[in-house]
């Protein structure tokens, strides 16, 4: 069974910077895209970066500049890391990856992490 942990949260003050760090463990034959979500309170779930096997990148324009998306391929987790935070990207942050699984070995499927708070306040 695939799992995908965030962590790396926390309570930070404006202009502050954090980490946050997503695994992905357990039978796993190769992962494709891997993306960070957030969802703020009463809005959707939007995309704040993402980045492929080729480690091409894209992000939100309300994040480029401050926030870098990158991944280590042999420990199966992807970072991002955030600077010049302000209080309006306090949200829940989820990754997510498309992966095949390693008793299917064919056939992108998406899981998603459970999310880790991130809260930018004075």
């Known amino acids: 069974q695939v799992q995908l942990m965030e962590s790396g949260g926390g309570l930070v003050q404006p202009g502050g910077s954090l980490t946050l760090s997503c695994a992905a463990s357990g039978s796993i034959f190769s992962i494709n895209t891997m993306r960070w979500y957030r969802q703020c309170p009463g809005k959707e779930r939007e995309l704040v970066a993402g980045?492929?096997?080729?480690?091409?990148?894209n992000y939100a324009d309300s994040v480029k500049g401050r926030f870098t998306i990158s991944r280590d391929s042999a420990k199966n987790t992807v970072y991002l890391q955030m600077k010049s935070l302000k209080p309006e990207d306090t949200a829940v942050y989820y990754c997510?990856?498309?992966?095949?699984?390693?008793?299917?070995?064919?056939?992108?499927?998406?899981?998603w992490g459970q999310g880790t708070q991130v809260t930018v306040s004075s």
């Open positions: 997510n990856a498309d992966l095949v699984p390693g008793h299917l070995r064919t056939g992108l499927f998406r899981y």
């Open positions: 980045i492929d096997s080729r480690d091409s990148t």
